[in-house]
């Protein structure tokens, strides 16, 4: 019995979350209760040093700054903007008003990572004007979530900072590794959109042809300028500066909650009040993933000393597993838990325990963080937990039903689903910007 208690102690959190009891404490108070029953009350001075080293790992500093950056920018103005400037931009094409949601999507993940702020500020934004213009609900709110979620993958993107603490790899090199992933996510909603437009026109209409003139007559070039070139400039700050060596994930996470707030200065929306807003937003979002990374090292401290890690080797050699039969294993695991537990809890289980086999089958750590964050992604979409489709139902006008929700993000997470296996025939594509 002694011998399988670390899977019944990772079964039984598991269990409990789903139950929703509080995550951070359901690790930590389970793995300290198993802890001390198995070992004694000393084992738990490494608990004490395991978070001290955690506390002084610069690289967590990144989270903060990047949630910081990411609501300022959200209470900037500038992902309004952008929207209504790239709507009229694509607007003679049929379709083009759900491209450009797409493409403001991607521009948002580059410069703010944060999928809530960006699901909520496109949900207000642009829902009313798609369904006005002729837009189905279900594409209308499947294009939206989805795009909401790039933060995921295209980086500077929070998950991809915890995925290379949890993993031991550097930051920096997830970020460009994420690069060609996350710009082929893009192209295939854009595909799949222009496809949709010309099988559904009449759910996907170009905009009236003197809407788009009288935008073109009264400062087309200008108002692009003004509209693109601020977050051109705080993406190039931040992800230029990682790329070109000049500073780390950590101090271009800085520049960038420094230029976040420069940026909403110049765009007079600096009070206070705001100040103060972000500052808390900030603040109980970091606490609650630093709580369950504490949580979490109580749990991985005592399923190592209980020689779980051992126990998965053992038992994977046992079913004579190969390395891509167990990626599939590992991958099906995780999309599952997305359908039922929020991201960073899956980072925190279940990475952790399966990135020591991954080493001892020596598989690419680079490529197995880039696969995660894709398949972290769906976990915003999946009900009945998917996070991006409270935050849209949220701000969504009241004829937008939770059906349409759920039946307009299904194109979505097979797109996902086959843009994980396209990366894992072609690995490449992770490491090409590597080299």
């Known amino acids: 019995m002694i011998e399988y208690l670390p899977i019944i102690l990772f079964v039984a959190i598991f269990v409990l979350i789903l139950f929703g009891f509080p995550v951070a404490f359901t690790l930590g108070g389970l793995s300290v209760l198993v802890g001390i029953m198995v070992f004694d009350v000393d084992f738990f001075y490494l608990l004490a040093l395991r978070v001290y080293g955690t506390m002084q790992n610069f690289v967590l500093l990144a989270v903060p700054l990047f949630v910081f950056m990411g609501i300022m920018l959200e209470k900037s103005g500038i992902a309004e ?125 170009a905009m009236p042809k003197d809407e788009v003139l009288l935008f073109r007559e009264r400062g087309f070039s200008q108002e692009v300028v003004k509209s693109f070139v601020f977050p051109f400039l705080l993406i190039l700050a931040v992800l230029g500066s990682i790329f070109a060596g000049i500073a780390s994930p950590t101090e271009a996470a800085g520049v960038g909650a420094f230029g976040a707030i420069l940026l909403t200065l110049l765009q007079r929306k600096l009070t206070l009040s705001v100040l103060k807003e972000v500052m808390q937003e900030t603040t109980l979002l970091t606490s609650m993933v630093f709580m369950i990374l504490v949580g979490a090292t109580a749990f991985s401290l005592v399923f190592r000393g209980l020689e779980g890690d051992k126990l998965f080797l053992e038992l994977i050699e046992g079913a004579d597993l190969s390395p891509y039969a167990f990626l599939f294993l590992v991958m099906a695991l995780v999309f599952v838990a997305g359908f039922f537990i929020d991201f960073i809890e899956i980072v925190f289980i279940i990475v952790p325990v399966v990135a020591p086999l991954f080493v001892a089958m020596g598989i690419d750590l680079i490529w197995i963080g880039i696969l995660l964050a894709v398949n972290l992604q769906t976990s915003f979409l999946t009900p009945p937990f998917g996070f991006a489709l409270f935050y849209l139902k949220g701000v969504a006008p009241p004829e937008v039903k939770t059906s349409h929700l759920y039946q307009g993000i299904i194109p979505f997470v097979l797109i996902q689903i086959a843009f994980l296996i396209l990366l894992v025939i072609f690995p490449e594509m992770t490491s090409a910007l590597l080299k």
């Open 81 to 205: 903007r952008l929207l209504e400037t790239m709507a009229l931009l694509f607007g003679r094409f049929r379709g083009g008003l759900a491209i450009s949601v797409v493409m403001v999507g991607a521009m948002l993940a580059a410069s703010t990572g944060i999928v809530g702020a960006t699901v909520v500020t496109m949900g207000l934004i642009s829902l009313p004007t798609m369904l006005k213009r002729g837009y189905g609900p279900r594409l209308s709110t499947g294009v939206i979530a989805s795009s909401g979620t790039l933060g995921q993958i295209i980086p500077p993107s929070v998950v991809l900072v915890l995925l290379g603490s949890v993993l031991n790899v550097p930051v920096g090199d997830l970020f460009l590794a994420a690069v060609i992933p996350g710009v082929g996510l893009v192209a295939c909603y854009v595909l799949y959109i222009i496809i949709y437009a010309q099988i559904f026109p009449d759910k996907a209409p």
